[in-house]
Every structure is written in structure tokens, then in C-alpha cells.
């Protein structure tokens, strides 16, 4: 991957993001997967879908991992909010609805 600099069009620029796009999908699939495997193993660990302590730890997370790079945290905090609710949402479609903390 060249850097925003090295690319001397527009046409090679959305390329590259394009590219960026198919990878963060493939990412997000992936992701998706994994929660999946999270309904399967909860049960068996007590777990509901929401722990409101790890929505906050990830979300967390992932707004340091923002600010480590530039990018602004609060847009990073709204897709992973977001990111989150579904996969708690995904979860509870196979958990049921309950909430730890």
C-alpha cells in the first residue's frame, strides 16, 4: 500500500480506497464471526449478550487506538458504538436479552 502522497490521480486514489474498502468489509466479516463463536461460548460461561463493562472497555480501546493515529476519537467511538449495539444485537437473536455489569 502506497502512501496518500505517492499517488499522482484521482484515479489511483479511489483505487486505494476502494482496496481499503474491501479489506476493512473483509475485517468486518471476520469480526462478525467471531462474535458469533461469542453467542456459542456465552452460555456455557454464564454470559448474557450485553456486559456493559466490555462494551466500554472496547469502545475504549478502540478510541486510544484512534488517538494513537490521528484519527479523531469521537468518530471511532460512533462506528464502534454502533459496531457494537449490532453485535450485541446478533448475540441476543440466539442469548435472549439480559445485561450484566
Known sequence: MREPSEIPSMA???AEIDA???RL???LADRARFIDRA???KPGEGMPARITARVEEVVANAKAAAEA???DPALVE????MMVEWSIAREEAVLGKGEAD
Open 78 to 81: 460512533a462506528i464502534w458504538r
Open 12 to 14: 489511483e486514489l479511489r
Open 20 to 22: 481499503l474498502d474491501l
Open 69 to 71: 493515529r490521528g484519527l
Open 39 to 41: 453467542a456459542q461460548l
Open 25 to 27: 468489509v473483509a475485517l
